[in-house]
């Protein structure tokens, strides 16, 4: 699948036979469900050459493994940072609310300034790529997201790639996905907190092809709120589209909720998260780690 998009350069719009080559091949025994991505590994730090090669295998296709831990070990920060290693996912990117080890620990954070961030609270988060308001040049390629334990109740995951939704898109249109990739399609406003600009207006594409690899990078959100569109025809319908799809039943949005002991591993695909409720008598509290990284999945271009 990888060599193929960097040989053929399907994500260009000016090349229909190879776009046609890279759909075949993509859509080929694409997976129906999450049970399809899961890998059973015993140590997270130290894969064996199997557990390796199927969750690359996995990520190759629809560049997202889910992975269960089934060893005694105790999965903390520094198993998750060797974990990411062995997939080339080395650079961690920075954010304000980082723990010190740049590895986020994401429960519900009852009172603090960062409170009005929504991966601290129990309520449903949109879809997403995480990192869409990051710089153009520190943009989150790679995700590891580790569950620690597990909510008293919800809290499911569904997940998309976006190299499907853009093969949606652009059968529909390809006019929507030259919308997407215009370097000023989507802004995200400056983060002024108590009058203080903590990160400056970020304006770029939604769809971008890396120049070196030929992989597609997708950069977006479905907040309403705190985001500017492109006030043209296509990108009104590009945007509309986008959002029927992430809201329909499509059999390539895969559904998860991860158990204690099981996380992800991706290229940072589509994703949005369910509201879920904690019990903390009984210790059913939701935990994750959640590492991003600036590059890619090694082996998945
Ligand atoms: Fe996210």
Known sequence: MSTISTTLQPFDLANEAGYQIWRAAKLANYPAAAAD?????????????REHAAILERCRKTNLAIYEVTGGGKTDKPVIRAFGRQFGLVTLDMNLRTDEDSITSLRVVETSAGTHYIPYTNRPLNWHTDGYYNRLDEQVRGIVMHCVSASASGGENMFLDPEIAYLLLR????????????????????????????????????????QDTGTLHMRYTARTRSIEWKDDR?????????????ASDSIYIIRHRLCAGQGIICNNVLHKREAFADDASSGQERLLYRARYHERIQGTY
Do not use: C, H, K, W
């Open 37 to 49: 991505l899961l890998v059973r590994i015993n140590d997270a730090a130290a894969l064996t050459e």
């Open 171 to 210: 059968d529909e249109n390809p006019d929507y996905i030259r919308a997407l990739m215009q370097s000023d399609v989507m802004t995200i406003p400056a983060n002024i907190e108590a009058g203080v600009e903590l990160r400056s207006a970020q304006s770029g594409p939604v769809f971008s092809v890396a």
């Open 234 to 246: 296509n990108t009104r319908e590009a945007v509309g589209f986008l959002l029927e799809l992430l």
